[in-house]
């Protein structure tokens, strides 16, 4: 088997837990795809240019994040293997994207291309059944928990939420860009961290 095959059978698998596609509608979903190796450091998504991709991470970490005037840069989200990574209204409005997307590891990715994508949910109610799907539970139920989180939870119980969610990240990144997302400082974070030890 093509290693590239088991980059898509992974992405298959985490597609079933929105949508079983049949293997003529996933055939399809790959043809508007592809794989790229992606260096720790790079950019992927700059705030100075419209988004064209949706990033399902095979392998690595990504950061969306965005830089005010200042140059204070503020962690929206860190996303792991399995999930995937977007600047998501710059998808949909065609604008300047305000949020920047950059790998923290060396990682490997599939780009899904998002007007071949939103052409699929056109054509294919397979893909309007994962885009409904996909929204509800991400952008709807996970969304407003986390927003939820961030203004009832102390800053100890957002960063054991974040440490359930994604088991070994603190091995594997600086732990300023986990203090960054959880909107404390790393002074913070490390009290919390020798108090859940």
């Given at each position: 088997?093509?290693e ?8 298959r698998e985490?597609c079933?837990e ?7 509608s996933?055939d399809a ?12 450091g790079?950019?992927l998504q ?10 399902f991470?095979y392998k690595?970490?990504l950061?969306t ?18 999930y ?6 710059s ?13 923290l ?23 309007k059944?994962?885009?409904i ?5 991400n ?9 939820i989180?961030?203004i009832?939870?102390d800053?100890?119980?957002r ?13 594997r990144?600086p732990l300023?860009?986990i ?9 913070q974070?490390?009290?919390?961290r020798?108090?859940?030890?």
């Amino acid at each position: 088997m093509l290693e590239t095959e088991i980059y898509y059978q992974q992405l298959r698998e985490i597609c079933k837990e929105y949508y079983d596609f049949s293997d003529k509608s996933f055939d399809a979903f790959k043809k508007i795809c592809f794989v790229k190796n992606i260096k720790k450091g790079e950019i992927l998504q700059d705030s100075y240019s419209p988004a064209k991709y949706i990033y399902f991470i095979y392998k690595g970490i990504l950061r969306t994040y965005f830089v005010n005037e200042k140059g204070a840069i503020y962690t929206k989200n860190l996303f792991s293997e399995n999930y995937f990574s977007a600047s998501k209204v710059s998808l949909i409005t065609k604008e300047d994207s305000y949020l920047n997307i950059d790998a923290l590891e060396d990682s490997i990715l599939i780009y899904i291309d998002f007007d071949g994508y939103k052409n699929l949910i056109d054509a294919n109610v397979e893909f309007k059944n994962f885009y409904i799907n996909y929204l509800e539970k991400n952008w709807v139920i996970v969304k407003e928990k986390n927003e939820i989180s961030l203004i009832l939870d102390d800053a100890k119980i957002r960063y054991e939420n974040f440490i359930q969610n994604n088991p070994d990240i603190e091995k594997r990144i600086p732990l300023h860009h986990i203090a960054n997302h959880l909107g404390i400082t790393p002074t913070q974070l490390s009290r919390i961290r020798k108090k859940s030890n």
